[in-house]
């Protein structure tokens, strides 16, 4: 009976693995399209008249953390992937 509970447990992972996949190319994307946001406001920025730069500043701080949020999230391995690592 416990080798039928295992097998549960471990298709249960596989499934809840194959379901994150989408969400990590959603997170990619999303981070890769905060990127090329971030470019274009530090291009902005170059030319900018000094009373937009301050604005523009915020929108560059605002896209840099967001990033590091979405690269962190990235990096953080899923606590499943981990528990079934090593066993």
Known sequence: MAEIID?????EARRKARA??????NLERAVQVM????AAVAAELVDAPP??????????E???SMIRYGMRM???PSPD??????G
């Open 35 to 38: 990127r090329e946001n971030l």
């Open 81 to 86: 992937v981990q528990s079934n690592a090593g």
């Open 51 to 60: 009373e937009e730069q301050a604005e523009l500043l915020t929108r560059i």
């Open 62 to 64: 605002r896209l840099a």
């Open 7 to 11: 097998f549960a447990e471990i298709h």
């Open 20 to 25: 994150r996949i989408p969400e990590r190319e």
């Open 74 to 76: 990235l990096l953080i």
